[in-house]
């Protein structure tokens, strides 16, 4: 499978686009606003080009299997979970470490947190535990 690179230049002129959020030489992240558009044209009757096409995006700079997945991607994520599966989960946690010292109140609520997890947790398998000596004792019946 080859992979379909940005040229400096397809760069630049992704990166006018409204609906483009960042643009490198290997990835598009789309604005939520032009997900949600997406969406609304395709139930409308539209192919996923000329949404694109409609939203001012070169089609050849993007290529077919580029607008394929992103269209498939966010039309599943849509029919499973709604417009708040279109939303760049990213913007809410960067994944990075907390580098400040937490308060008192934040460590007994993330305490309190691990906690109720690992009591649900603890439930689990104490059902799965149940569940696996009635399938021994129905077999050995």
């Given amino acids: 499978m080859t992979k379909k690179f940005f040229s400096e230049q397809q ?48 089609i050849e700079a993007l290529g077919p299997a580029r607008i394929r997945r992103a269209s498939n991607r966010w039309r599943t994520a849509y029919k499973e979970h709604g417009l708040t599966a279109l939303e760049d989960a990213r913007k809410h946690a960067s994944g990075r470490p907390l580098e400040r010292e937490l308060s008192l109140e934040e460590k007994y609520t993330r305490l309190e947190a691990k906690m109720k997890l690992l009591e649900a947790e603890n439930e689990f398998l104490k059902k799965l535990d149940q569940l696996e000596r009635q399938l021994i004792r129905k077999k050995s019946k």
Wanted: glycine fraction near 4%.
């Fill in 11 to 58: 760069q630049a002129q992704l990166k006018l686009n409204p609906y483009v959020k960042t643009v490198s030489a290997k990835a598009i992240t789309y604005t939520d606003e032009f997900k949600e558009f997406f969406i609304d044209e395709y139930d409308k009757g539209k192919y996923p080009s000329e949404i694109f096409l409609d939203a001012g995006f070169d």
